[in-house]
Antibody, heavy 119, light 108 residues
Framework: QVQLQESGPGLVKPSQTLSLTCTVSGGSISSGGYYWNWIRQRPGKGLEWIGYIYFTGSTYYNPSLKSRVTISVDRSKNQFSLKLSSVTAADTAVYFC???????????WGLGTLVTVSS | SSELTQDPAVSVALGQTVRITCQGD??????ASWYQQKPGQAPILVIY???NRPSGIPDRFSGSTSGNTASLTITGAQAEDEADYYC???????????FGGGTKLTVL
């Protein structure tokens, strides 16, 4: 059974960089055919796709966030990470990591982690 | 287009059938997948592909697509089905993921 778990600071100051890590267990992040995603949900709002990385390191990002987002992978630790720079209060959200079967579904999700941007 | 459109809210009487729809140009190329989310929880996959249910999802959940519209149908809605439902697919380019805005389902 694949499991994903987000980790990182729950509080980030405005203008700083939000950094989160997703640890994958029960499966290898290097398995082909799967895309490793970050998704967020602002309080009371819907799901917003942030971006994904493939095990090769190729990435795609939401155009609305692209200038501030970096997703990277550490295959040796079976982890992938999110960095979101120059954060504001509008980046306060629950951040989820999830695995996608290309074009089919997001079959495994982490529980999510709340990140609050505040001074 | 890279948008998926859902009705914000739908209600259904207990035991009745409800259809939740999702519209978008990308659905002519990619199937939608559907997610149920209850307060304070992560979304869970309920339908994907032409009409596939992951293990553990009741068979009262089904999916279909016609043109640019995907539908999630719950036949015989139960109280525990009250939740937010989101559709998702790749965009028309295939490079990005998109979500619908979500539909809040109330079971009366």
């Amino acid at each position: 059974q694949v499991q994903l778990q987000e980790s990182g600071p729950g509080l980030v100051k405005p203008s700083q960089t939000l950094s989160l890590t997703c640890t994958v267990s029960g499966g290898s992040i290097s398995s082909g055919g799967y895309y490793w995603n970050w998704i967020r949900q602002r309080p009371g709002k819907g799901l917003e796709w942030i971006g994904y990385i493939y095990f090769t390191g190729s990435t795609y990002y939401n155009p609305s966030l692209k200038s501030r987002v970096t997703i990277s992978v550490d295959r040796s630790k079976n982890q992938f990470s999110l960095k979101l720079s120059s954060v504001t209060a509008a980046d306060t959200a629950v951040y989820f990591c999830a695995r996608e079967n290309y074009g089919e579904n997001l079959d495994y999700w982490g529980l999510g982690t709340l990140v609050t941007v505040s001074s | 287009s890279s948008e998926l459109t859902q009705d914000p809210a739908v209600s259904v009487a207990l035991g009745q059938t409800v259809r939740i729809t999702c519209q978008g140009d990308s659905l002519r190329t990619y199937y939608a997948s559907w997610y149920q989310q209850k307060p304070g929880q992560a979304p869970i996959l309920v339908i994907y592909g032409k009409n596939n249910r992951p293990s553990g999802i009741p068979d009262r959940f089904s999916g279909s697509t016609s043109g640019n519209t995907a539908s999630l149908t719950i036949t015989g809605a139960q109280a525990e089905d009250e939740a937010d439902y989101y559709c998702n697919s790749r965009d028309s380019s295939g490079d990005h993921l998109v979500f619908g805005g979500g539909t809040k389902l109330t079971v009366l």
